[in-house]
């Protein structure tokens, strides 16, 4: 990978080459260097396999640039971007596609200009992640490998359904799923922040679903982390423990349910529902589910949710936006009331200067700039990383929410009768963002709660949920005590959540034919 120092060095000499050009009137310049490492996983007890079946990576780096061109019609902005040339060439290419896609924009104020906030994180990654080797690679995936196979393998309730320990391999145990580790380096300069601001993270994710297959059961685990000394086997656990727990499970019918949604479901729903509707860009185009709610309630008094950027250890921390711009604690809900927004710089300034902005927001924005701090401009995508040929975009970074006074056993004991729901999949909104309606599957992980304990699991794939994200924030009755890092699948942000319980969630019934999926 180019090192940070070099990537500096590339931003400063673009930054000054457009200032000699005459024709620039600002100009940002963006470098990063992005590593993604994999090993896949694929064990089957009753067909020949590697359990580690490839390890691989892919890399980039290149330059991007937004220059402001200064044009017999009036300004005009533009963006260019060149991959593997962070030389002289490299950067005239860049700007020549930036000069032949600029545009006039009357939204526009400026490239970003400092925030008047303080850099809180530095030196934060994990230089052993960034070191790591082809055999360290392998070796974290057969670590998450043997614990689920070690969980199967010393299961009671596997040795019993089996007839002897020695046959539990017959079930057809399964075990699939990815480790993925990122290495990401950024240096920007402007001409409003000459000097050239570097940062550099890394981060762990593993997903895996573990299958009893003569049962018919399914699980699934995952694991964040940003320091490889701090890696476990646990997701192999869970999975093959959630797999195993799922034996059995029965179907029930359409109706309204007390519903205990543990981490991922809540994650969910964060990420497809909640968050992007709390960001600045979804109020300017009026599509928010919050439309004029700030300074008001939108959910239960029990819901605190906040992004946070700027926390060590998190995994979805980073030192500087990709705007240039320190990170930093958003206050979005508190204690059930809409208190602040997600937002870049381009869209801060334009909501500013918005004459609808009072009605969209639903209070003056330019009474509110703290609400709309721009701590959230990033260049996330193409399967991590972020990207030199992006624009900032509005993203989340760890969305928190806080935690209750009770632990799930005493939720459980709460709820008495309802559901426990681990595991939902293709939430989405329908009806647009703005109506708040949506629907997701229950694929896994979920159980049946009478007279407050669990008695059996909930059959995958056999019933939906169909509802509206207010009808699920303004009931919430309870919240747990532990929140862990949850992710989504290709989401940018982590979610910090413990388990939310809701009153009254419309669970449909789906037909028999979907259990097979």
Request: charged letters at 25%; hydrophobic letters at 40%.
């Amino acid at each position: 990978m180019i090192t940070t120092s070099e990537l500096a060095k590339a931003v400063e000499q673009a930054l000054g080459y457009l200032n000699s050009t005459g024709e620039v009137a600002e100009a940002e310049v963006f470098a990063s260097s992005n590593r993604n490492l994999i090993t896949r996983l694929n064990y089957t007890s009753h067909i020949p396999c590697n359990g580690v079946e490839e390890a691989k990576s892919t890399e980039s780096n290149g330059i991007g640039i937004q220059a402001v061109f200064r044009t017999d019609a009036g300004i005009k902005i533009g963006f260019g971007s060149e991959p593997s040339d962070l030389g002289l060439e490299g950067v005239k290419r860049a700007l020549e596609k930036a000069r032949r896609g600029a545009v006039a924009d009357p939204e526009f104020s400026s490239l970003p200009q400092p925030s008047g906030e303080r850099r809180r994180l530095r030196r934060y990654h994990d230089p052993k992640l960034m070191r790591i080797g082809d055999e360290e690679l392998v070796e974290a995936g057969w670590r998450v490998l043997r614990g689920g196979l070690n969980t199967f393998m010393t299961s009671a309730r596997l040795k019993e359904l089996a007839g002897g320990q020695e046959r539990i391999k017959d079930l057809g145990l399964i075990l699939g799923g990815d480790v993925t580790m990122l290495q990401e380096r950024i240096a920007i300069a402007s001409s409003a922040m000459p000097a050239a601001q570097t940062d550099e993270s890394t981060l762990i994710m593993v997903f895996i679903t573990a299958m009893v297959e003569a049962k018919t059961s399914k699980g699934t685990g995952s694991s964040t982390g940003t320091h490889l000394e701090r890696f476990t086997d646990e997701a192999g656990v869970e999975a093959a423990q959630n797999a195993i727990a799922a034996i059995g499970g029965e179907r029930i019918k359409s109706g309204e349910y007390t519903v205990i949604f543990g981490r991922q479901p809540v994650a969910d729903l964060l990420n497809n529902l909640i968050l992007p509707s709390l960001s600045l860009s979804a109020f300017y185009s009026d599509s928010s589910t919050f439309m004029g709610k700030l300074g008001k309630r939108i959910a239960s008094k029990q819901l605190t949710l906040l992004d946070h950027g700027a926390q060590r250890g998190m995994m979805g921390s980073k030192g500087i936006t990709c705007e240039g711009l320190p990170t930093g604690k958003t206050r979005l809900i508190q204690r059930g009331k809409l208190v602040g927004l997600l937002s870049n710089h381009y869209e801060q300034r334009r909501l500013l200067k918005d004459p609808k902005g009072a009605e969209k927001l639903g209070a003056d924005p330019n009474r509110q700039t703290k609400a709309i701090v721009p701590r959230n401009g990033f260049r996330f995508g193409a399967g991590g990383g972020r990207q030199f040929s992006a624009q900032p975009g509005i993203a989340p970074t760890n969305a928190i929410v806080e935690g209750g006074d009770r632990g799930l056993d005493e939720i459980i004991a709460e709820v008495k009768d309802g559901l426990l729901i681990g595991r939902i999949w293709y939430t989405y909104p329908i009806n647009g963002l703005r109506a708040g309606d949506f629907t997701c599957t229950v694929v896994g992980d979920s159980y049946i709660i009478k007279d407050g304990r669990i008695v059996a699991p909930l059959k995958p794939n056999t019933v939906r949920i169909s509802d509206n994200i207010h009808n699920i924030l303004a009931n919430i009755i309870a919240i747990g005590n532990d929140a862990k890092g949850t992710l989504v699948w290709a989401a940018d942000e982590v979610i910090y959540t413990p388990e939310i319980a809701v009153r009254g969630v419309k669970i449909d019934e789906i037909a028999g034919f979907m259990e097979q999926l």
